[in-house]
């Protein structure tokens, strides 16, 4: 095995100093030559029929270049259901549908012509609740679907469940069953950098869009069915992906603002560039959806899990997102969170006239982890065992397999509940008075911990889950990383300069990555599921191999009496059989290798597909990651039982993560996945009132700053060194967030014995369940 | 109708002519092409627009472009020297992890110069109170505290030496 030398240390990011220095190129710093600035105007109602759209006053307005609607330009389908339109044409399904656009010479000019567009609407009986939209004689939010068929119900054409074993048998044979109701938020991702793109078209029709996207792949190829539905077959499109400024899930499809941009900019000419404000980001982007599901659990007298039966309803929301797909990742919780032998999931996922919703963060993990975490504590105290030890006797367990056909390869849950327990002082903690507080009578204390599973090893959920990367190593030593997957903030490219350092055997400072370009990398699938590092750093110790294995060949012929040889820093040894072993720099057998005759120049190139499936989703059973990462979060609170007050005295979170690649992100990923499950677990909700989003706004919309996390956190690595992961590394992007809000809510439970199962547990909330309780 | 303006910016003397309902973040990003100053929100909430003016970390999207005539404005551009050094808080933010996706981090770091200039040797507390209006959606703030630590630490060696 090559030294590691970078691998597993604490690094800097390459990208901070250019952040720091406010020089890193976002969407908003952007500027092409002549471009304009698009804005969209959007619907007055959650339901209606559009019946006019007068855009003349608009039009008429000094510096305004174009306006556009549907029917002035070609109908452009958005979304893998193909169900949404970029500019609506007779109807609209949700407050935030595009009706119209205009491209005006500046942003202040676009907002006024915005203003002047008129639009007469007849309004249509709506829905905001899924199960009301459910039942027989709801409003249709879709009357025909894409392909002008008759719809007759609001249920989505998506099926997804599994079904192991017999539930009603292995129920009946439980000693202890527990049921319960759980639910969770809409919620924002709430990226710092708000959504935005610029189109821009060259004089032969190829477009050339500058996207925060995570799938630029993938939205190349939107794109070009775009373009071929604007009547431009045959054309390209060029998708570059600027600094991201957060992507958290948003940037996993194509948006219709994308669509509107590349509209505008086809009948301008110009280029044409679209960046939300936070008001329009909170009010029309697509936020995490909401999920309510509904559990059963079983153990027998000993504690050990007999089953347990899911059924999930998501609020979709009026189009499909790939968000739409959340159980696809919810399958992995419900049927291989600990070993449970029997096991059902159903999804429902509904169409209303809510805003659509999208991916986030988790994609469908922490809304069930919500329910299957926070059910296990209520399991628990059935059966009169501690909740600790109700986990540890069912934790994963290596090299099984799970009903979802999962393989586990490497398992470090039983290390994270320990470190967990341990550190969180658990045993003390549940053995103490909660009133322990003793100058603070009216203020409790309580423990709780939740675990998680997630896909550690990529996600197989499109037909194909591989990574490209090209390695080409120049006269001096540099080697210039074309990789089509996206740093937003994550830490990607720090993962990635210190794999390529000590695969190839170069320093970190040679490591030189370039932007992410349709034009010039190989194909990826995209930036989610975790896979980042596991995915670029596996394809660069494959094309690093390449690499060596040329580098070496041509010293065996330029140096034929050396007998073995070793890269190191990019200092190449050649070891001779009798003698001393001579030292080379790298840079110079480069050259050498290059200005010959005959010459040659290095340059690698993978394509790492990992071993994993798509799995079947009807029955929900298929392998879909190449390993699985696993941990367990620990929280103390104390509750405030006059105010309903939680405060968050300490946590700690223990992950599996195979191996640790870079300490400093690796700790900055965790830190911010909890920062967002604290948010989830006690402030964070979209507010809508039929349909229309309340609170757009941060404002009204609180995250936490600073001040609310404030408390101390302790992280735990347990490194099981999985044999598919790049140096045993497993993914860690979305895990941070997923168990946070059980661990608190069963915190709160320890504290005051009040079980919230809705989503953010407000003041009012645990207010209302003490009364209930007292 | 424009109104000429006159100001310092990161010591130098500049000129614009600005619209009057314009913002100091307007006058900055467009018309004197400083982009390194972000806007998160739009309406103070975030602070990932927070610039100096006259020592004091400001808001720029509230602030009105009017107001800063005669005065003197710093922003993330103004904190590096020539040759690609980065100043104290800047390089500790760099080197502890304290910027993920970045666009938080010129507010981030304007808001701890203000900070580590009134009170070099903060305490936690003081720091997470300090930096309460500026948000970060990637971090969870833990390695930004710690980024301002160091750079206090550097602050003080920086004096020493």
Known sequence: ?774 | MKVGLEFELNGVRVAAMVAPHKRLIDVLRDDLHHPGTKEGCGEGECGACTVLVDGRAVNSCLFPALEIEGRAVTTIEGLARPGARLSPVQRAFAARGGVQCGFCASGMVMSAVELLGDNPRPTDAEIRHALAGNLCRCTGYVQIVESVRLAADAVDEEQES
């Open chain 1, 1 to 774: 095995m090559r030294p590691r030398r970078y691998i597993g240390e604490d690094h800097a990011r390459p990208d901070s100093p250019d952040k720091v220095a406010g020089k890193a190129v976002y969407i908003h710093d952007m500027v092409r030559p002549g471009m304009l600035y698009g804005k969209i105007k959007f619907s007055e109602h959650a339901h209606a029929r559009i019946v006019s759209i007068d855009t003349s006053k608009a039009e008429r307005l000094p510096g305004v270049k174009c306006v556009i609607t549907g029917a002035n330009t070609p109908q452009v389908r958005v979304g893998f259901l193909r169900d949404n339109l970029a500019l609506k044409r007779d109807r609209v399904r949700q407050f935030r549908d595009e009706v119209a656009a205009v491209a005006a010479i500046d942003p202040d000019i676009a907002a006024e012509a915005v203003d002047l567009i008129e639009v007469e609407y007849e309004p249509l009986p709506a829905v905001f609740d899924p199960v009301e939209a459910l039942a027989p004689g709801a409003p249709l939010v879709h009357e025909i679907d894409p392909r002008g068929r008759p719809c007759n119900t609001n249920r989505l054409p998506l099926d997804y469940g599994h079904c192991t074993g017999d539930i009603d048998e292995a129920r009946r044979r439980s000693a202890f069953v527990v049921e319960g109701d759980f639910s969770t938020p809409v919620v924002q991702q709430a990226c710092m950098g708000t959504a935005g793109c610029i189109a821009e078209f060259d004089m032969s029709g190829n477009l050339t869009m500058w996207a925060k996207t995570q799938i630029p792949f993938l939205a190349q190829r939107d794109f070009n069915r775009a373009l071929m539905e604007m009547g431009l077959p045959g054309n390209n499109s060029r998708v570059i992906v600027p600094a991201l400024g957060g992507g958290f899930g948003t940037g996993l499809d194509t948006h219709c603002y994308e669509y509107i941009a590349i509209l505008l900019a086809h009948a301008s000419g110009h280029a044409v560039k679209v960046v939300y404000d936070r008001e329009e980001e909170f009010a029309y982007l697509s936020p995490r959806q909401s999920a309510r599901t509904h559990i059963v659990q079983g153990c027998d007298r000993d504690g050990r899990l007999t089953f347990r039966d899911v059924r999930v309803l998501q609020d979709n929301g009026a189009y499909a997102s790939w968000g739409a797909t959340y159980p696809t990742v919810m399958l992995v919780p419900i049927t291989s969170l600990y070993t449970v032998p029997v096991v059902r999931f159903q999804a429902e996922i509904v169409y209303t006239n809510n805003t659509y919703c999208q991916a986030m963060r988790g994609y469908g993990n922490p809304e069930v982890t919500w329910a299957i975490e926070s059910n296990l504590d209520d399991l628990a105290e059935a059966a009169g065992i501690d909740p600790f030890e109700l986990r540890r006797l069912n934790c994963n367990r290596p090299d099984t397999t799970t009903p979802m056909g999962l393989k586990i390869s490497t398992c470090g849950l039983d290390q994270c509940l320990d470190a967990t327990g341990e550190k969180l002082g658990w045993a003390q903690r549940r053995a103490a008075d909660r009133r322990t507080n003793g100058d603070k009578p009216r203020k409790r204390r309580g423990v709780g911990m939740a675990s998680l599973i997630h896909v550690g090893g990529s996600g197989k959920i499109y037909k194909s889950d591989a990574s490209g990367i090209i390695l080409k190593l120049d006269d001096y030593a540099n080697v210039n990383v074309y990789y089509g997957g996206v740093e937003m903030g994550q830490g990607l490219h720090s993962s990635l300069s210190l794999a390529v350092a000590d695969a190839l055997g170069v320093t970190p400072a040679q490591v030189h990555i370039n932007e992410t370009d349709t034009g010039t990398c190989p194909w990826d699938v995209g930036t989610h599921a975790s896979r980042g590092a596991f995915m670029a750093c596996n394809a660069a110790i494959l094309a690093s191999d390449k690499l060596r294995a040329r580098i070496f060949q041509w010293c065996k012929q330029l140096y034929p009496e050396a007998t073995d040889f070793d890269l190191v820093d990019s200092v190449i040894t050649l070891g001779a059989a009798n003698g001393p072993s001579k030292q080379l720099e790298l840079a110079k057998l480069l050259r050498a290798i290059h200005f010959r005759d005959d010459g040659d120049m290095l340059t690698e190139t993978v394509f790492y597909d990992p071993p994993n499936e798509l799995p079947n989703w009807k029955t929900g059973i298929g392998n879909m990651s190449a390993t699985y990462t696993f941990g367990t979060q620990g929280v103390e609170v104390e509750v405030d039982e006059e105010t309903g007050d939680i405060e968050i005295l300490r946590m700690v979170s223990a992950i599996d993560v195979g191996r640790v690649l870079n300490r400093q992100t690796l700790e900055g990923q965790v830190y911010g996945g909890i920062a967002q499950g604290i948010g989830y677990a006690l402030y964070e909700e979209v507010k809508m009132h039929k349909g229309r989003i309340l609170n757009p706004g941060f404002t009204d919309y609180k995250i936490p700053t600073a001040a609310e996390m404030a408390f101390p956190i302790d992280l735990v690595f347990v490194e099981t060194d999985d044999a598919h992961g790049p140096f045993g590394a497993k993914g860690v992007g979305e895990p941070g967030l997923v168990p946070t809000a059980p661990a608190v809510a069963n915190a709160v439970y320890d504290a005051v014995g009040v079980r919230i199962t809705d989503l953010p547990i407000t003041p009012e909330k645990v207010l209302a369940a003490l009364a209930q309780r007292d």
